[in-house]
């Protein structure tokens, strides 16, 4: 595990990270999710010991990150490689930093992927030189990997195998994967915890699937004198009140995150157990009452609301 602990770095002045208490576990990929300027890199950075923290502590399996040079691989966003090197020079360059280096793996993984180890990296696409060096990292044998968006620029089919390569690689060596990204989207089938960084600071960070047990999200369309046409829609809702009545009943029994109001329609997400919260829905009589499934990034969405947050100025 890593465990970082109050963990600053200002640059001019300015905290890039701010004060970051963060406990990465093993095993798994986390990510570190914020806007441009969020603070990410600089926290890449840190945790690599590119650079010097001004303030806090970063433990590496309960050890000062400066013993731990070989259990971590960082990958920045583009990776430095010899004018005219292939994926095999490379191999046996990393060899000397990483000794568990698997140069014969390299060349496993370059073949599943048909790319020759033997070609100047140069000479690759950017997401060919994007596999290259993910399957570099992946063979270090480190423990631990440091990189910035993992997938970006890699094809739906390259970036199925390599999430593949990697599930395999963190469930038979508890290898452990930090990765800086813009969106949630790439990674929410792979990553088991994020984390969310804004101006320097950490947002919220946790385990996606166990805030996903607790959350829910419902549709209920009820009756209304506008159904009947009587009046117009919106002459509808204000002259019975039905719907706002409701979400107030709703608002005062429920956990609610969410909730708005459309046509005759509530769609409103929740905390809380999912039967308990039917079974209250269904007291107010509703001609339609369904579950939405949520996605990660939605419940991720909601939670940041929750905490006062502006999630369009958190994340993309
Ligand atoms: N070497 C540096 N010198 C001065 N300021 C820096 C330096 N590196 C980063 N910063 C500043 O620190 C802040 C965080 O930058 P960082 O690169 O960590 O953000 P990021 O979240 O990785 O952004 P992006 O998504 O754009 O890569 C920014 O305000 C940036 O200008």
Same mark, same amino acid.
């Given at each position: 595990?890593? =465990?970082?602990? /109050?963990?600053?770095?200002?640059?001019? &002045? %300015?905290?890039?990270?701010?004060?970051?208490?963060?406990?990465?576990?093993?095993?798994?990929?986390? !990510?570190?999710?914020?806007? +441009?300027?969020?603070?990410?890199?600089?926290?890449?950075?840190?945790?690599?010991?590119?650079?010097?923290?001004?303030? *806090?502590?970063?433990?590496?399996?309960? $050890?000062?990150?400066?013993?731990?040079?070989?259990?971590?691989?960082?990958?920045?966003?583009?990776?430095?490689?010899?004018?005219?090197?292939?994926?095999? @020079?490379?191999?046996?360059?990393?060899?000397?930093?990483?000794?568990?280096?698997?140069?014969?793996? #390299?060349?496993?993984?370059? /073949? =599943?992927?048909?790319?020759?180890?033997? @070609?100047?990296?140069?000479?690759?696409? %950017? &997401?060919?030189?994007?596999?290259?060096?993910?399957?570099?990292?992946?063979?270090?044998?480190?423990?631990?990997?440091?990189?910035? /968006?993992?997938?970006? &620029?890699?094809?739906?089919?390259?970036?199925?195998?390599?999430? +593949?390569?990697?599930? @395999?690689?963190?469930?038979?060596?508890?290898?452990? #994967?930090?990765?800086?990204?813009?969106?949630? @989207?790439?990674?929410?089938?792979?990553?088991?915890?994020?984390?969310?960084?804004?101006?320097? !600071?950490? #947002?919220?960070?946790?385990?996606?699937?166990?805030?996903?047990?607790?959350?829910?999200?419902?549709?209920?369309?009820?009756?209304?004198?506008?159904?009947?046409?009587?009046?117009?829609?919106?002459? *509808?809702? =204000?002259?019975?009140? %039905?719907?706002?009545?409701?979400?107030?009943?709703? $608002? +005062?029994?429920?956990?609610?995150?969410?909730?708005?109001?459309? *046509?005759?329609?509530?769609?409103?997400?929740?905390? *809380?157990?999912? $039967?308990?919260?039917?079974?209250?829905?269904?007291?107010?009589?509703?001609?339609?009452?369904?579950?939405?499934?949520? =996605?990660? $990034?939605?419940?991720?969405?909601?939670?940041?609301?929750?905490? &006062?947050?502006?999630?369009?100025? #958190?994340?993309?």
């Amino acid at each position: 595990m890593i =465990s970082v602990r /109050e963990l600053t770095k200002t640059f001019d &002045g %300015k905290p890039a990270v701010d004060h970051i208490f963060l406990d990465i576990p093993e095993g798994m990929m986390f !990510g570190l999710l914020g806007t +441009n300027g969020a603070g990410k890199t600089t926290m890449l950075r840190l945790l690599s010991g590119i650079l010097e923290p001004d303030f *806090g502590e970063i433990l590496v399996d309960d $050890e000062s990150l400066s013993v731990s040079a070989e259990k971590i691989f960082y990958l920045p966003d583009t990776p430095y490689y010899f004018p005219n090197a292939t994926m095999e @020079q490379m191999a046996k360059f990393y060899q000397r930093q990483y000794p568990g280096m698997d140069a014969e793996g #390299v060349t496993y993984m370059a /073949e =599943s992927l048909n790319l020759d180890v033997r @070609q100047p990296i140069r000479t690759f696409s %950017k &997401g060919m030189k994007r596999q290259a060096f993910l399957i570099l990292a992946l063979c270090a044998g480190t423990k631990y990997l440091l990189c910035d /968006e993992v997938f970006d &620029g890699l094809d739906p089919i390259a970036a199925e195998v390599m999430k +593949n390569l990697f599930r @395999q690689e963190m469930k038979e060596r508890k290898f452990t #994967v930090v990765v800086a990204s813009h969106r949630l @989207q790439e990674l929410e089938d792979i990553c088991g915890n994020i984390a969310i960084l804004h101006k320097g !600071g950490l #947002v919220t960070a946790g385990d996606m699937r166990v805030q996903a047990e607790n959350m829910w999200k419902f549709q209920c369309a009820f009756h209304t004198n506008a159904d009947k046409g009587e009046i117009t829609e919106e002459e *509808g809702w =204000s002259s019975c009140g %039905k719907l706002q009545d409701i979400m107030d009943r709703l $608002e +005062n029994t429920l956990d609610i995150v969410r909730i708005h109001s459309e *046509g005759s329609f509530i769609t409103l997400t929740v905390r *809380g157990d999912k $039967e308990e919260i039917r079974a209250k829905l269904k007291e107010e009589h509703p001609a339609v009452l369904n579950e939405i499934p949520m =996605s990660l $990034e939605e419940i991720f969405i909601a939670e940041m609301e929750v905490k &006062g947050y502006d999630i369009r100025k #958190v994340l993309h």
